[in-house]
């Protein structure tokens, strides 16, 4: 698909560089992208808290109608396709090569089963080798993609901060779910609230609350026993 077409997703328009065309895979419509969805991204050496709370936030959120975009990596991406798909959820993964090659190939039945009900997308041509360079650009593509990023999990060095920032750089809201103080593997997470680029998301109430309709899917305050 290229810049004008009906199937165009027009949120990666707002990217400085924005790609010159789109390969897709799948029956999803990328257009409803614009309107209702969220990246969800994290660490691929992921712990099972992480795993566990990117698979519920992900069935959830798609549950309540957002497509839920993920780059198909080991860990939290993995993780939140899975939800998606457990609730029969809109779920588009972006890859680093082309669509019709799986990466990581242990991923080939998870990559199948986004293609058979959602979408897999690249900017780059079938046959294409997904090299480092390439992730960065697919990272760019995840963040303009939808209307704002949740980061489950990241290091101070993970890629998903590079995702979260190009989102934060595009006006998109950024939440991050929280995790032990002790656990370096939540300290990218932590360290993007206190630098203001964030804000801590724990369910998806708060999600949909950040993403939603404004002023009207108002996550509740939480209060103790009166």
Do not use: K
Request: net charge negative.
């Amino acid at each position: 698909v290229c810049p004008g077409d009906p199937a165009w997703p027009e949120g990666v328009d707002d990217l400085p560089h924005p790609p010159i065309c789109l390969w897709v895979r799948g029956p999803g419509d990328l257009t409803v992208l614009a309107l209702r969805s969220v990246s969800i991204v994290g660490s691929r050496s992921s712990t099972r808290y992480g795993e566990m709370m990117a698979n519920d936030l992900a069935a959830g959120v798609a549950d309540r109608g957002f497509g839920v975009v993920s780059g198909a990596a080991f860990g939290i991406d993995g993780a939140a396709h899975r939800g998606a798909l457990a609730v029969d959820g809109f779920t588009v993964a972006v890859l680093a090569g082309g669509v019709e090659r799986a990466y990581p190939v242990a991923h080939s039945r998870l990559i199948e089963a986004v293609a058979e009900s959602g979408a897999v997308i690249s900017e780059v041509a079938p046959g294409s080798a997904p090299t480092r360079p390439r992730f960065l650009l697919r990272n760019r593509l995840i963040a303009a993609l939808t209307c704002g990023t949740v980061v489950v999990e990241a290091g101070l060095r993970s890629g998903s901060l590079n995702t979260a920032r190009t989102a934060a750089d595009l006006g998109r809201p950024v939440g991050v779910v929280p995790g032990p103080v002790t656990s370096m593997v939540s300290a990218g997470c932590h360290q993007a609230s206190r630098d203001g680029m964030a804000v801590l998301v724990t369910d998806v109430a708060e999600i949909i609350d950040l993403l939603g309709a404004y002023g009207s899917e108002a996550a509740p305050r939480p209060r103790g026993p009166s």
